[in-house]
């Protein structure tokens, strides 16, 4: 097994344990920072893939605007839980039931 | 400079200029006068787009390069580029941008600073992702306007509206990861992104060859597929979507229904088929999504109880009919796919407009609380006769039209099945809308709502104007079609 096939699996292995994360905990903090897991092993597959095809440069800006953007979809995504506490008093998501049909 | 560089230029720097000189005023001027402000960036928006199409027309050129403050020519810099279809879908950004600002200026009252802010920049995003030329730059534009929705929708601050923001949140977070493992995935194959470099790159795929390269080529497609069809909110992705478009403020549902998930949705989806349609698992998935998503959506909006969430599950059996027209892959069903974008925009934004009178004057949108309303709101009720009719598909309306474009783009193309059940399935969206009009509009008046009037002013406005669009196109529309005979498209 070389490098790139290693690092691959270690980033599958980072978006599972994301989406795991999504679907079996019901905190709403904890189903941010699965997302973010997930958002770290997608900056890995690019800094793989700028290896991969040479253009290390490229995939180096990539990264750096893909975590500016994914802080900011932390501090909005925290920021509505945040509200979300306020107003029932627990991060529970399973509060969530104003919207069915 | 000439009037297509204006026009070009105005789609980045307008929004941004309208932001800083709004942000000048203090904050109760601003707060009152919002609507001038908003309102002349998108009728700003609407000239240009119908302007620039026309020079451009005129010069015979196919598309207009450039760059923000760069020379577009320069080796490997990202630039920005106009052309046919994109005006479509910038005029459409404009449209629904004006009618969410008349609506606002009724249904929002202390967050009208914030709101005209974030619709000006959710305005730059979605601009941004139809003149980007790189799949890296439609990502960030496509995260720009993903987080503007997110804000306006949480921004009233009450229970449903921060639940419905975190639900969207976090789908359309997934979405996210989905097209950038993609891209990162395309970027391993090619070292690029340019949609240049990334065109034709099916054909040099061998599907069996078995190397790590072409594997990841595969799932690249699979993860841009999924993860576009999340943000349009067709069947197996749709969760989201009733829950975002019922707990959001009128004015933001109708930006959400008319403009975002067509411009970060079905265009992504529009690009994935420009690039990479020459797979042929690409049409045939969009297809299997589309045919899926329009019985699954009609059946769905039969029994809602929320007018808002009828309104949102009809949209989810529309999409399925744009994605049924673009998986042909032939000029007939983009430009079908296109006409019907329109259409839809047009009725769409129509009964989230009644949905705002509805809930001005009778202050509830439970269906079981609306009842025989049609004579204290006979515009409402006639302008919500003529969106049903274009919704279902009959004639005369500008969704008629674009339902049989669909139609022959699929017979066309040799799926006489397709076709059928795409008519068939016209039935169902009857059902829920004859179900909605009843309701809301016949019968009896309730004694609780006998005081009701109708909507005025802007919002009425809107109403007027949208139904007016959906007859005048569906009266023009043999024209239209003529001119696509002429240009050897039909």
Redo the contacts between chains.
């Keep these: 097994m070389n490098l790139?096939?290693v690092l691959l699996i270690i980033g599958l292995l980072m978006?599972f344990a994301?989406?795991w994360c999504?679907m079996r905990t019901y905190h709403?903090l904890k189903?941010t920072i699965g997302?973010e897991v997930?958002?770290k092993?997608?900056t890995l597959?690019?800094v793989?893939?700028?290896r991969?095809?040479?253009?290390l440069a490229?995939?180096e800006t990539?990264v750096i605007?893909?975590m500016v953007?994914e802080a900011?979809?932390a501090v909005?995504?925290t920021?509505?839980?945040v509200?979300?506490f306020r107003?029932?008093g627990s991060m529970d998501v399973r509060n969530?039931k104003?919207?069915k049909? | 400079m000439t009037i297509l560089s204006i026009c070009a230029h105005g789609f980045v720097y307008c929004p941004i200029l309208v932001v800083l000189i709004y942000n000048l005023f203090n904050h109760e001027f601003a707060r009152k006068h919002f609507i001038w402000f908003a309102g002349a960036g998108a009728t700003w928006q609407i000239l240009t787009s119908a302007a620039g199409f026309f020079v451009l027309h005129q010069s015979g050129q196919n598309g207009y390069a450039f760059g923000a403050l760069w020379d577009p020519g320069l080796p490997g810099s990202a630039y920005f580029e106009l052309s046919g279809p994109r005006f479509l879908l910038l005029l459409i950004v404009g449209l629904v941008a004006f009618v969410s600002v008349l609506v606002a200026h009724h249904t929002v009252d202390f967050n009208r600073s914030s709101y005209t802010n974030l619709l000006m920049i959710l305005v730059l995003g979605m601009n941004g992702m139809l003149l980007v030329t790189d799949l890296?730059s439609l990502y960030?534009f496509m995260?720009v306007t993903g987080?503007c929705c997110?804000?306006m929708i949480?921004m009233f601050?009450s229970?449903?509206d921060?639940?419905?923001?975190?639900?969207y949140?976090?789908l359309s977070?997934?979405s996210?990861?989905f097209i950038?493992?993609a891209?990162?995935?395309l970027?391993?194959?090619?070292?690029?992104l340019r949609y240049t470099d990334l065109a034709g790159l099916g054909s040099r795929i061998s599907a069996g060859s078995g190397r790590?390269e072409d594997v990841l080529f595969y799932a690249a497609l699979v993860l841009l597929i999924s993860g576009f069809a999340i943000k349009t909110g067709v069947v197996p992705f749709h969760s989201w979507l009733?829950?975002a478009y019922?707990?959001a403020d009128t004015a933001v549902s109708i930006l959400l229904s008319g403009a975002v998930n067509k411009v970060a949705g079905v265009y992504g989806l529009i690009v994935v088929m420009e690039l990479f349609g020459d797979v042929a698992p690409v049409g045939k998935s969009l297809a299997a999504v589309g045919i899926v998503s329009i019985i699954i959506g009609a059946l769905l909006a039969v029994r809602?109880?929320?007018y808002k969430?009828v309104v949102a599950y009809s949209s989810v059996s529309q999409m399925g009919y744009i994605l049924l027209a673009l998986s042909t892959g032939t000029t007939l069903g983009l430009v079908a796919a296109l006409a019907h974008i329109f259409s839809h925009t047009a009725f769409k934004s129509t009964l989230f407009t009644n949905a705002a009178a509805l809930q001005e004057q009778a202050g509830t949108l439970e269906l079981q609380d609306l009842g025989g309303l049609e004579n204290q709101m006979p515009v409402t009720a006639f302008t919500s006769i003529i969106a049903f009719l274009s919704t279902a598909g009959i004639p005369p309306t500008a969704g008629f039209w674009s339902k049989i474009l669909i139609i022959l783009a699929l017979w066309q193309a040799g799926s006489p099945v397709l076709a059928a059940v795409a008519l068939i399935a016209g039935i169902l969206s009857s059902a829920y809308l004859i179900r909605l009009q009843r309701t809301v509009f016949f019968g009896q008046t309730r004694p609780e709502l006998a005081g009701v009037k109708e909507a005025h002013g802007s919002v009425l406005t809107a109403e007027i104007l949208l139904t007016v669009i959906t007859l005048g196109l569906g009266l023009l529309y043999p024209y239209i079609l003529m001119l696509l005979h002429a240009g050897g498209i039909l």
């Design positions: 790139v096939t978006i994301g989406c999504l709403l189903i997302i997930a958002m092993a997608v597959f690019l793989l893939a700028g991969i095809s040479g253009s490229l995939s990539f605007t893909v953007a900011i979809v909005v995504g920021g509505t839980a509200g979300l107003k029932y969530l104003q919207l049909g | 890296f960030v995260e987080l997110f804000i949480a601050r229970r449903a921060l639940e419905g923001s975190f639900k949140l976090i977070e997934l996210s990861i950038l493992t891209v990162a995935f970027m391993m194959k090619t070292g690029s790590l009733p829950d019922q707990s809602q109880p929320h969430r």
